[in-house]
C-alpha cells in the first residue's frame, strides 16, 4: 500500500510567486483533507472534501489559498501569490467516509518556505 | 461545541519512566477517539483508537481507555524509550459522516537515556 503521497516534499519559492502543493489520496479513500502546520498555530485544518466535492473551506485563510479535487485520485493546494507567512508544513490525509471508526491517513507533509 | 484540550508539554522524561498524557474532550453524541504521533520531520501517524466507552485501545505498549463518565482518553506507557520522542496528538471524530477530525494541541515528549 503506497499510503497518501504528496509532492513536492520540500519547495522553496520566493513571495508573490505561486505555489502549488499535489496529494494523492489512498485508493479507495472517498474523504480528503488538507491541513497546515506552525509551530505558532499547530495543526489547522483547511478544506475537506468528499466524492471531490469540497464540503468545509472555513480554514482556508485566504482567498490567496484555493483547493480543488479533479477525480478521486488527484487534489491540489494553491497559494497565489504567495507570502512569507505561508511558510509552514502541508498535510494531506485521506479517509473512507461514512465509518466512524475508520481514521485519516496522513501524508508526509510538504514543507514550504517562502522568502 | 467538539473540543479536545491536552496537557501542555514539552515532557520530558527518563528512559523506562511511565508516561501519561492527559486528554479530556468536550463531544456531542458518541465519537471515536484516537491517539497520533508525530515524530521529527514525519506526518501524522495513528497510534491507537477507542471507538466506544470503555474501549481500550493499545499499540507498541501505549494504551488509552475511554472514559464516557470522566469525558477522558489518556495515554499511557508503562516504560518509554528514547525512540518514543514525539509530538502526541489526541483527537476525536466529528459525526458529520465524512471523518472530520477535532485535534488536541500536540504535546512535546522527549525522553532521555
Known amino acids: 500500500d503506497a499510503g497518501v503521497i504528496q509532492s513536492p516534499r520540500h519547495e522553496v519559492t520566493e513571495m508573490g510567486q505561486e505555489v502549488t502543493l499535489r496529494c494523492k489520496p489512498i485508493s479507495g479513500h472517498n474523504s480528503l483533507f488538507w491541513y497546515r502546520q506552525t509551530m505558532m498555530r499547530g495543526l489547522e485544518l483547511l478544506i475537506y472534501f468528499n466524492n471531490n466535492v469540497p464540503i468545509d473551506d472555513s480554514g482556508m485563510p485566504e482567498d490567496r489559498f484555493s483547493a480543488k479535487m479533479p477525480n478521486a485520485s488527484f487534489s491540489t493546494l494553491k497559494i497565489q501569490p504567495s507570502e512569507p507567512r505561508d511558510s509552514a508544513v502541508y498535510f494531506c490525509?485521506?479517509?473512507?467516509?461514512?465509518?466512524?471508526?475508520?481514521?485519516?491517513?496522513f501524508g508526509p507533509g510538504t514543507r514550504l518556505l517562502v522568502l | 461545541g467538539n473540543s479536545v484540550t491536552q496537557m501542555e508539554g514539552p515532557v520530558t522524561l527518563s528512559e523506562e519512566a511511565f508516561l501519561t498524557i492527559n486528554c479530556t474532550y468536550t463531544a456531542t453524541g458518541y465519537p471515536s477517539l484516537f491517539w497520533y504521533v508525530q515524530y521529527p520531520g514525519e506526518g501524522l501517524q495513528l497510534l491507537l483508537k477507542a471507538t466506544k466507552a470503555d474501549d481500550k485501545g493499545s499499540n507498541k505498549g501505549f494504551e488509552a481507555t475511554y472514559r464516557k463518565e470522566t469525558t477522558s482518553f489518556h495515554l499511557e506507557k508503562g516504560s518509554v524509550q528514547v525512540s518514543d520522542s514525539a509530538v502526541y496528538f489526541c483527537a476525536l471524530s466529528y459525526l458529520d459522516g465524512y471523518n472530520k477530525l477535532i485535534f488536541g494541541a500536540g504535546t512535546r515528549l522527549a525522553v532521555h537515556p
Open positions: 490525509a485521506s479517509s473512507l467516509a461514512g465509518q466512524p471508526q475508520e481514521t485519516q491517513y
